[in-house]
């Protein structure tokens, strides 16, 4: 049996995709629609994802997300702003919400696929991180359980699709190379500290570059065995299916395509040691997919199959 969804925030740019990820499913089935534009034309409002996405959400009822949800879980992008409120009264009313919010990061169970799974079972929020910590968790999590991890800097350079529409045009990009948004270091540097019980430090310099789609990641990685090689971080990280290792080559690799797979969290295009014992890891990956829409997909059939065996 499909597990049921109603999905918040669906007329966003990630609720948009989180429809393209799930209608393609067959264990997940979508049963209402709520956004805060509910009331709007559909044949007016700017569509980002799949053509299939767009004509299931012209035949389908949107309602507002204070609408009761009929779904098994509420998988919620809404906006930051006014999220809280409106998922908590959900919560009160008995239902299971997995939010992509800040606020429910640290108020709920925060879970990514491979690194961190577990959750109380009477626990009713849980949240997936932001899309930049998602694609280098499962990473830093292979390689700390393989070598283990001392400490960690990343520098990213993030699409401005992240900021959520209607979101930064690319020309208002322009001298925002620090980005405005509030706390988009820290919430990596937060977050990754909750996945990993903080076990390492890690620190981030967070910046946007004026690209629609994907981020761009450069890790600084110190590592507790002096020993290991850069092809053994290559072999570790490759054994995932998530993680496509493109070159272990020049750090700064020619001009690729930042999407290279649907189904991929991340693409490593470079790992180099440096004469200090750090090693130098540049990767890449899907802001729009796998680490937002899909990370999101994934849980809730996890999540849904282990409702399943409580009742």
């Keep these: 049996m ?45 569509w980002f994802a799949g053509p299939e996405a767009r004509e299931f959400a012209l035949k389908t009822p949107i309602f507002s997300p204070t609408d009761t949800a009929p779904g098994d879980l509420i998988l919620s992008f809404l906006p930051d702003s006014g999220a809280e409120e409106i998922e908590k009264q959900h919560l009160q009313n008995g239902a299971h919400v997995v939010s992509h919010c800040e606020y429910a990061r640290h108020q709920g169970s925060l879970l990514m696929p491979g ?21 280098c968790a499962l990473p830093l999590a292979l390689l700390h359980k393989k070598f283990g991890i001392e400490a960690v800097h990343a520098t990213t350079l993030q699409a401005i699709s992240g900021t959520d529409l209607p979101g930064m045009p690319a020309y208002l990009a322009q001298d925002h190379v620090i980005s405005p948004l509030d706390g988009e270091a820290r919430a990596l540097e937060r977050e990754l500290a909750l996945l990993f019980d903080n076990s390492f430090p890690v620190s981030c310099a967070a910046t946007r570059v004026p690209v629609w789609r994907s981020h761009t990641i450069s890790l600084m990685i110190k590592l507790r065995n002096n020993t290991v090689k850069a092809d053994d971080l290559a072999q570790t990280l490759s054994r995932d299916p998530k993680i496509l290792v493109t070159s272990k080559a020049p750090l700064l690799p020619p001009w690729q395509i930042e999407c290279v797979r649907d189904d991929l969290l991340c693409a490593i295009d470079a790992i180099q040691p440096t004469s200090d014992g750090w090693f130098k890891i540049s990767l890449r990956g899907d802001n729009l997919g796998q680490a937002t829409t899909g990370l999101m997909a994934s849980l809730a059939k996890a999540l849904g199959k282990e409702q399943a065996k409580r009742i």
């Design 2 to 46: 499909a597990i049921k969804l109603s999905i918040f925030g669906a007329l966003g740019l990630l609720g948009q995709h989180l429809m393209d990820q799930v209608l393609c499913d067959p264990d997940l089935e979508i049963v209402s629609l709520h956004d805060h534009r509910h009331k709007e034309s559909l044949t007016d409002l700017p």
């Design 115 to 135: 690194v961190q799974t577990a959750a109380p079972q009477d626990e009713t929020l849980w949240s997936t991180p932001n899309c930049t910590t998602a694609m």
